[in-house]
DNA sequence: AATGAATGAGTATTCATTCAT
DNA sequence: AATGAATGAATACTCATTCAT
């Protein structure tokens, strides 16, 4: 009933658009009405539906965190042993990444980066990592986890997620190797241990 | 008998003060006319010094890179235990980001950018990282580091100095603090362990 | 109902000022902006209709000749004496010269000048000197005309057409002369005898 | 005892590259500094011989001029039949451009532009154009000249003469050729006729 | 909502020229 | 005379954004 491309509504259009060209050209590389042009539509539309270059950007990056949130949202396992839990979660976030290239890409790209107001960025980590954030409070208790500062464990955590999707993203015939996928989990599972 | 500014010439000016410029504004954030005019030469002398704007972030990236491999490598001992060895150079890897923090925000921002073009991020990786690999490969030979994949271990000890010289770049005062500091080399060790 | 220099639309605007500028100062010597602003448009306005100040006098080339070669074609007799009908032609171009001194002006400027490039310069030269060559010819059929090579003859027409209508562009009292007239076309004439 | 090409004085050997860029790159598509490189001397040097661009190129387009009015000179035989006399000149001068490449192209970029300042170019074309007008002169009272208004007379032969070498610039092999040279002259002289 | 022509401030880069050495 | 680093005004072109239709 509804055209595939056509259908979609504009506005959706325009941010997988603005996702594709900010990954391939870079934020700044990328001019609005590059974007519109791709997308199908005119270049005043894009300002009917955000206010500005830099509202993309931003919405397109909540948009994405959001979806990841869910998407590791969806594959906790709330029981069980905290390992197994959280090789759960790590081979999925990989895997996520790997089902979602452009959007992985992006948050390579814009997770850390000035483009992002800093509030946003950081409201964004806490959105992800706060998943984490709790199960290392639990192992901690449970004597499995370094008693190490949070903050530190956090952003540990963040660095090595960030280098191991970015090893598989630029390797992607590795991201069904089982020994690949589980010397990552190792790498990352052993920084934890006390 | 050489004045304190000016008597450096003024190329080395141009790229002292651009290192400040795209720290805080940005590579597209700054003009090279406000880098002229912070450096205190006119617009064309900086483009009689660097071809073009990319090009003096290029040769600003690698003099910094050097910089750190220099430091890294006037800090490396060659004998004695492993384990001391990667201290010695975890800790002085922080130290240096710590006494340079221009540079190593610099760093933070330009190492995974794709403002600088990927051959040049590539090489810059292995010849900071070369001195890693070989402590790997010696570390497995001796069995004190897990037999993975070694590619998957430089990009994994990449990402983790990057978070954690992140985490001290946020909070100098840390930085001094012998539990996180010492934190911070148990997280990269400890992955590393078989 | 439309204002008499706003109604035509910008694109024009630009193209007729465009000429009268690249006349007295020259293509170098004119820059867009002060081109823009003679128009009464944005300096975008300029780049949003032309995509390069030398596609702009391209552009504007090739509609000046075309107006040029319409006008020859319109006067252009099919019957009669070779000789009338070459004369009707000569005198033609002359007085289209003098009824469009801007256009003739551009064209003494720039259909032989290295602003244009040699392909379209060839091309225009073609499009417009085809009557001639067709009339040569027919004038060496009949043995009026020399039987000298062709590319010879047409260049040698060129060279004197565009000096005669140099000549009566800087003394324009002369070009409605009925000797200076006759003058013009018995030298061309003449030239091209058995 | 002297270099090839060091020995001769800077000066001249700006002046002999100035003379190749400007006719391949224009006058506006040349640098001065490119001049200097391929002069091989300092941006400076240029400079200390001349006082400016424009006057380097007035220079040389004088320098040009009397090369060409000289050679002119000497070839022109006082007496004897006129046609013959216009012949020994007009076939001269072809062979002088063709012996000349550079400087003859540089005349047909430069004896009509707007770059040369319209008191030097008339100057000069009276300069070389003397010959010719005395000769026309002459030509009329002995009636072999059609009597025709001078001025019109002189740029007609002007005109003449730039596209017949034109032309055999673009066809070096045609210079050779007896039909074409004779060809040549027998449109500039037909023309004239009464 | 959608369009796309128009805007004009902003930017990298060029280049003739100067001048201390 | 010769050098070449330094200058800074000038310029083509870009692009986020607006607005009349």
Same mark, same amino acid.
């Given at each position: 009933?509804?055209?595939?491309?056509?259908?979609?509504?504009?506005?959706?259009?325009?941010?997988?658009? *603005?996702?594709?060209?900010?990954?391939?050209?870079?934020?700044?590389?990328?001019?609005?009405?590059?974007?519109?042009?791709?997308? #199908?539509?005119?270049?005043?539309?894009?300002?009917?539906?955000?206010?500005?270059? %830099?509202?993309?950007?931003?919405?397109?990056?909540?948009?994405?965190?959001?979806?990841?949130?869910?998407? =590791?949202?969806?594959?906790?396992?709330?029981?069980? %042993?905290?390992?197994?839990?959280?090789?759960?979660?790590?081979?999925?976030?990989?895997?996520?990444?790997?089902?979602?290239?452009?959007?992985?890409?992006?948050?390579?790209?814009?997770?850390?980066?000035?483009?992002?107001?800093?509030?946003?960025?950081?409201?964004?980590?806490? #959105?992800?990592?706060?998943?984490?954030? *709790?199960?290392?409070?639990?192992?901690?208790?449970? #004597?499995?986890?370094?008693?190490?500062?949070?903050?530190?464990?956090? %952003?540990?955590?963040? #660095?090595?997620?960030?280098?191991?999707?970015?090893?598989? =993203?630029?390797?992607?015939?590795?991201?069904?190797?089982?020994?690949?996928?589980?010397?990552?989990?190792?790498?990352?599972?052993?920084?934890?241990?006390?």
């Amino acid at each position: 009933m509804v055209k595939q491309t056509e259908g979609v509504d504009k506005r959706s259009q325009i941010l997988a658009t *603005a996702l594709k060209l900010f990954n391939s050209q870079g934020f700044h590389g990328t001019s609005t009405a590059s974007i519109a042009k791709a997308a #199908g539509v005119a270049t005043g539309t894009l300002f009917h539906h955000f206010p500005s270059k %830099e509202a993309l950007l931003e919405i397109l990056f909540l948009s994405v965190k959001q979806e990841f949130a869910n998407a =590791l949202g969806a594959m906790a396992v709330p029981e069980g %042993e905290l390992k197994q839990q959280a090789r759960t979660l790590w081979l999925g976030a990989i895997d996520w990444g790997m089902e979602n290239p452009d959007k992985q890409q992006f948050f390579q790209q814009f997770s850390l980066s000035v483009e992002i107001p800093l509030p946003l960025r950081e409201e964004a980590m806490q #959105g992800i990592l706060g998943f984490i954030g *709790a199960m290392i409070l639990e192992g901690q208790k449970r #004597g499995v986890i370094a008693a190490l500062p949070l903050p530190l464990l956090l %952003e540990n955590c963040h #660095g090595q997620y960030l280098s191991a999707s970015r090893f598989f =993203l630029d390797r992607p015939a590795l991201a069904r190797d089982e020994t690949h996928r589980e010397a990552s989990f190792q790498l990352f599972w052993n920084a934890l241990r006390p």
